[in-house]
């Protein structure tokens, strides 16, 4: 054995999948404004800040935290509004809560749909798991085709399909009677998944009740809390009880569940900050808008899909002036020259027009 390269045991063991797969790549963001990630711009108040550290000043991180987080449920029940007979399954962000139900359903041969482009974790996680994954092309206006969608359904007979309610990268908020013709005609869980609905118009909380196999999913990172990596999933009390089986104990640790439950009993301030940053998406669509070499999409996420010619030199140009957004383009072919920008401060979005301006005219 001594005589094996790391890489050779690496090739040996290793599943083809995973060695064909490339890292999900964060970049470093040291020194840039960063406009790249989709997290929310502003810190908590001061007074609330000072609230958080004499919590976390006397936070017992010497035990493992609350296995069951009763307390942050119930908090995040209170927020949510969940229906009757609904209960909350926590995971480490969103991603922890997909690869938890991928791994439930994967029975041999089973599926995992969704649809493209969109968040790049559910082709990714399904990878990982050893899922077959079908993705179904939008529309080309980034709508969902119901009739190939449908005919997938039928076709796949998935056990498992994620909807991304506003849809990531794309920004647009799928027709809710398209979804629940989706969720309708599925035979598996559907998981409409709602990271962005504090800057959305609609959500599938209230219709929890009314179809069996439906799951709502949340991130709090976009509304503040990227740092505390905090994710749930809404469903049947039925249904979470047996996922449930497959969290991973202690999870969720001291100081992220201490200081979810201190914002979310605070949730306005977050909810204020979303209002704000809306307003700014608003703005910062119309200035897109008014520049006849980009084209920019309706979003109702905290982030504004555009596309320009040239896409990789101007990503490049604005990582020069210290502007730093994601570059889509060779991700899918129906993102080619597009970019992705997340709705900063006023300040930072100020920069990031002048930055493209300058990188446009000299491109």
């Given amino acids: 054995m001594s005589s094996i390269s790391a890489s050779s045991l690496a090739s040996a063991l290793l599943r083809q999948e995973v060695l064909d797969l490339h890292a ?48 942050l449920k119930e908090k995040i029940r209170g927020v949510t509004g969940l229906p009757q007979g609904m209960e909350v399954l926590l995971g480490n962000g969103s991603d922890e809560l997909i690869q938890l139900l991928a791994m439930a359903v994967n029975k041999p041969g089973a599926v995992l749909l969704s649809v493209e482009p969109s ?12 899922m077959r994954y079908v993705g179904v092309p939008l529309a080309a206006d980034f709508s969902l085709d119901l009739p190939a969608t449908l005919a997938a359904i039928r076709r796949e007979q998935p056990a ?4 991304a309610y506003p849809n990531n990268p794309t920004g647009n908020l799928f027709s809710a009677d398209t979804v629940a013709q989706i969720i309708a005609a599925s035979p598996g869980l559907v998981v409409v998944d709602e990271a962005y609905y504090a800057f959305a118009s609609d959500s599938f909380v209230p219709y ?16 503040g809390m990227a740092g505390l990596r905090l994710g749930f999933l809404a469903g049947s009390a039925a249904l979470l009880g047996q996922l449930e089986k497959l969290r991973l104990p202690y999870n969720v640790g001291v100081l992220p569940q201490l200081v979810a439950e201190k914002l979310l009993a605070h949730h306005e301030v ?13 703005k910062l669509y119309q200035q897109l808008s008014e520049i006849a070499a980009v084209k920019v999409y309706t979003s109702e996420a905290n982030f504004l899909l555009f596309r320009v010619a040239n896409a990789t030199a101007i990503f490049n140009g604005l990582k020069q002036r210290g502007v730093l957004i994601k570059n889509l383009s060779g991700g899918h072919p129906m993102l080619k020259d597009c970019l992705r920008v997340t709705v900063g401060t006023p300040d930072e979005n100020e920069r990031f027009m002048l930055a493209l301006q300058e990188s446009l005219h000299n491109g």
Avoid: C, W
């Fill in 119 to 130: 968040f790049v974790m559910y082709k990714m996680i399904a990878t990982y798991t050893g």
């Fill in 24 to 71: 999900y790549h964060v970049p470093d963001s040291s020194g840039y404004i960063k406009l790249d990630a989709m997290e929310n711009p502003y810190l908590v108040p001061l007074a609330l800040r000072g609230e958080i550290a004499e919590a976390v000043a006397v936070a017992a991180i010497n035990r493992y935290p609350d296995p069951g987080a009763v307390s």
């Fill in 208 to 223: 929890l009740a009314r179809y069996p196999n439906l799951l709502v999913m949340r991130t709090f990172s976009k509304l």
């Fill in 160 to 163: 498992l399909v994620f909807l």
């Fill in 270 to 282: 977050l909810l204020q900050q979303a209002e704000q940053i809306k307003r700014d998406r608003a």
